[in-house]
């Protein structure tokens, strides 16, 4: 009995730090507190310390639950999963609420306008007879691609050698490149 009940309270305790996140926007795991879980939970701090030793553990069981509740398994993942997996992943994080970002420099604003401009004028001259919302989520992919978020991720994360991850970006553009001229020319 009174493993059930350490097991309920476990469970209460974990089910408290998913609801608790699906109220801010995914990339706020700071809102996700040994106390903010215990309040929710309705317990005191020392039982989710009983639980779990620190507030790194809680969010990496949290996190579980997270990837339990969106269908995500990364085990035995091969490239066919790739796609439908981040179909999947991508419609979960939709569920969770989008905070205004932080406002930009005004400088950077606007020559990340001029970038998305450009790109999208490229890509309409190259596929004209493409459908204006395909011409800009093309644009938008390959604007995520040449950001420096995603050079920094691969440099960092990845621990990529710069000139690798540079060589790993611009064939992803280029991939995506003839992509877009292939299929316009084929269809």
């Known amino acids: 009995m009174r493993?059930?009940?350490?097991?309920?309270t476990r469970e209460r305790i974990l089910a408290a730090g998913?609801?608790?996140?699906?109220?801010?926007?995914?990339?706020?795991?700071?809102a996700l507190t040994v106390r903010s879980v215990a309040e929710r939970a309705g317990v005191n701090e020392r039982?989710?310390?009983?639980?779990?030793?620190?507030?790194?553990?809680?969010?990496?069981?949290?996190?579980?639950?997270?990837?339990a509740e969106a269908?995500?398994?990364?085990?035995?993942?091969?490239?066919?999963?790739?796609?439908?997996?981040?179909?999947?992943?991508?419609a979960f994080v939709s569920s969770f609420p989008l905070?205004?970002?932080?406002?930009?420099?005004?400088?950077?604003?606007?020559?990340n306008q001029r970038q998305r401009s450009a790109l999208l004028a490229a890509i309409t001259d190259a596929a004209p007879d493409r459908a204006p919302d395909d011409r800009v989520q093309a644009a938008a992919v390959l604007?995520?691609?040449?950001?420096?978020?995603?050079?920094?991720?691969l440099v960092v994360d990845w621990e990529l050698d710069p000139t690798d991850a540079i060589r790993a970006?611009?064939?992803?553009?280029?991939l995506l490149e003839t992509g877009i001229c292939t299929t316009v020319q084929s269809e």
């Open 99 to 111: 905070a205004p970002r932080t406002p930009r420099d005004p400088t950077v604003a606007e020559a």
């Open 169 to 174: 970006l611009t064939w992803a553009i280029r």
């Open 47 to 67: 039982t989710v310390y009983r639980h779990f030793t620190n507030e790194r553990a809680l969010r990496d069981a949290v996190m579980g639950r997270l990837e």
């Open 143 to 153: 604007d995520v691609l040449w950001s420096v978020v995603s050079y920094e991720r």
């Open 3 to 8: 493993r059930q009940r350490a097991a309920d």
């Open 71 to 90: 269908g995500i398994d990364l085990e035995g993942l091969r490239l066919a999963d790739v796609a439908p997996l981040t179909a999947r992943m991508f």
């Open 18 to 30: 998913a609801e608790l996140l699906h109220g801010v926007p995914v990339w706020q795991w700071h």
